[in-house]
């Protein structure tokens, strides 16, 4: 006979412990996880110290079987999202289960039932906790470890949220392109084309600059709002929040990898590519017994020293009108593929894309990139 499930909101450090140390657990013999590390986990979910808790509600649930943790979720209404939708719709993440049905269904209909009462009409994810962060379902793809700040799950959390009556509202994309037949240099068409480009319409390119690291934070966070604001779920971010983002990111930026394009000396357009710390943090594999010191030791050797890091991440760039569609996309991208190259990356991803975003799509696949994965987010009207 099992024991008894219940339900409860972890609101203490040691509630909130529990709740970062199940995945652990859930993916203790799956050798395509990768584990964050806990200090990282216990600032995101810290209310005093990550900025998306300022215009947020956020609940945390943890899922017992008698003193077991069996199941985590946490429900979110944010409200900067619903402001620049004008909708009323909540959203749920950092969604773990054991392969067990009923925990599955009790987590959910939790959920549900917080946003609901808070007057929202319908429930969104999973999302952890906006698009400005990890979002999204993978269903399918699961042929390796996921690249940094992209998601991964168990196959049976699809068919556990569908059947709580979720139903897919859009898919994002993460497209792959193997750099190993470019090694000699990109095609001479290609990068002809850009030449002209830049020439006839007086674009120029630069690599972002971390000595004025604040001053092309500014830069960046204009692109991104003008060339995002009309893309599905964006959600603009404030000061704190692009500070908070760009503080974590400058310890990991490769800046060889990270471009503006400009008209004019007036940056016009940007691409912010990432070095996968993923593929150097599975080999430090953080334990939240081990201590941390060490796990950043190791992490340091194999990111640094023996350079495991081969991939690379698009991670976000746009251009702005009236520039799109003029070719300012494709210059970043021939800039993009050279520094990939110089800088001895192997492989690159660029994700996640909107299925429905058809121009950087077409984009991805003219440089023969291909869709490799695929994450969901799911939706439930409720009544």
């Known amino acids: 006979m099992k024991d008894k499930l219940t339900v409860e909101q972890a609101q203490t450090p040691a509630e909130r412990m529990a709740f970062i140390r199940l995945p652990w657990k859930i993916y203790r013999n799956d050798p395509y996880w990768v584990p ?16 998306f808790y300022r ?57 549900c039932n917080w946003v609901r009462e808070r007057g929202m009409r319908a429930i969104r994810g999973p999302a952890n906790f906006s698009t400005n962060e990890e979002i999204g379902l993978l269903v399918d793809g699961w042929n390796g470890p996921p690249v940094m700040m992209m998601t991964y799950n168990p196959r049976y959390y699809a068919p556990f949220i569908e059947g709580a009556g979720f139903a897919k509202v859009m898919d994002l994309l993460a497209y792959i392109a193997d750099l190993e037949p470019y090694r000699s240099g990109l095609p001479e068409r290609t990068v002809r084309v850009a030449e002209k480009v830049m020439q006839h319409r007086g674009f120029s390119v630069r690599p972002i600059n971390l000595r004025r690291f604040d001053e092309d934070v500014a830069h960046f966070k204009r692109i991104y709002h003008s060339a995002w604001s009309r ?13 908070y983002v760009a503080a974590q990111l400058r310890q990991v930026i490769d800046p060889a990898i990270a471009f ?7 940056p016009v357009g940007a691409v912010v590519t990432l070095p996968d710390l993923n593929q150097a943090l599975l080999k430090a594999y953080p334990r939240p017994e081990t201590p941390e010191w060490w796990t950043m030791l190791k992490l340091f050797w194999h990111w640094k020293v023996r350079r495991v890091v081969t991939t690379a991440r698009g991670w976000a760039g746009g251009v702005i009108e009236p520039h799109r569609g003029v070719g300012a996309d494709a210059v970043l991208a021939v800039e993009l593929g050279k520094a990939l190259l110089r800088r001895g990356y192997r492989r690159f991803e660029g994700s996640w894309i909107l299925e429905n975003n058809l121009m950087t799509r077409r984009l991805l696949e003219s440089y023969g990139a291909q869709v490799y994965r695929t994450y969901r987010l799911y939706e439930k009207a409720l009544a």
Do not use: C
């Open 55 to 111: 215009h947020a509600d956020v609940a945390l649930f943890l899922a017992r079987r008698g003193d077991e943790v069996v199941g985590t979720i946490a429900a979110l209404v944010n409200h900067r999202h619903n402001e620049y939708w004008n909708e009323k719709t909540g959203f749920f993440g950092l969604f773990e289960v054991i392969e067990d049905r009923e925990v599955a269904d009790a987590l959910l209909e939790t959920a």
């Open 231 to 243: 893309n599905w779920g964006f959600v603009p971010m404030d000061d704190e929040e692009i500070d």
């Open 36 to 51: 964050p590390l806990v200090s990282e986990r216990v600032e995101f979910l810290d209310p005093q110290r990550h900025p």
């Open 260 to 266: 503006f394009v400009e008209k004019e000396g007036e």
